[in-house]
């Protein structure tokens, strides 16, 4: 059973315009939730995260928002940039720090030009 | 920045041969762990590691064994290597608990098992 969901495979977005890539979980004892974007033939890369005492996060272009009712967050890039092109992962753990991340199986990001 | 260093991109072997994989970090964590990431099946844990001489097994760890001697570094073994594990596999470390830390991830090894 699929603890933590990306429902949209693939998205396409013009550069320059938000780019919004949504997550969706099942456990609500998750308190701990990041976003990790990966290029081809590299390692996921930490991007952001959130605990679930809060409900937004920034961090320049990118910004976390956590809808704990809904069991549902959302990573939102704005503006998009080519360079942003990537598989996005959503994660969730049970307690930060030494707890295995729940990964969900991506969305592809395409930024177009 | 955190360094997680894993030994080899690319790796071919042989079914039956015994593969390690290693990994070795430079931020003194805790933490480490090994995922592998199939196309359509995201990033799924093997094995993980809260301590030196400490292991958990993960959702998928048939087939799989780990060492870690060193709080360092986490080795994954492959026992009798076959076909169904040529995957990508990724190596991640972090901090113990009590403040919310992030994994940070090696840049994989794309094993291939002929």
């Known amino acids: 059973d699929q603890q933590v969901k990306q429902n949209s495979p693939s998205l396409s977005v013009q550069e320059g315009r938000i780019s919004i890539l949504n997550c969706d979980y099942t456990n609500s004892m998750f308190d701990y939730f990041l976003w990790y974007k990966k290029y081809p033939a590299e390692g996921p890369t930490f991007l952001i995260s959130?605990?679930?005492?809060?409900d937004k996060n920034e961090d320049g272009r990118f910004t976390v928002f956590l809808n704990k009712s809904a069991k549902h967050l959302s990573l939102h890039i704005v503006p998009s940039q080519p360079g942003d092109s990537a598989v996005y992962f959503c994660?969730?753990?049970?307690?930060?720090?030494?707890?295995?991340?729940?990964f969900g199986k991506g969305t592809r990001l395409s930024v177009i030009a | 920045d955190v360094k997680v260093t894993q030994s080899s991109r690319y790796l071919v072997k042989r079914t039956g041969e015994k593969v390690f994989l290693e990994c070795v970090q430079d931020m003194d964590h805790e933490n480490m762990f090994w995922y592998r990431q199939d196309p359509g099946l995201g990033l799924r844990l093997i094995y993980f590691s809260y301590d030196v001489k400490m292991k958990e097994k993960g959702d998928i760890p048939e087939g799989y064994s780990v060492s870690r001697e060193k709080k360092e570094r986490f080795s994954l073994i492959l026992e009798s290597a076959s076909t169904n594990q040529t995957s990508m596999y990724l190596c991640?470390?972090?901090f113990g608990t009590g403040v919310d830390q992030p994994q940070h991830f090696g840049d994989g090894t794309r094993l291939s098992i002929l």
């Open positions: 959130i605990s679930s005492i809060k």
């Open positions: 994660a969730a753990s049970l307690h930060s720090g030494n707890t295995p991340l729940v």
């Open positions: 991640a470390s972090s």
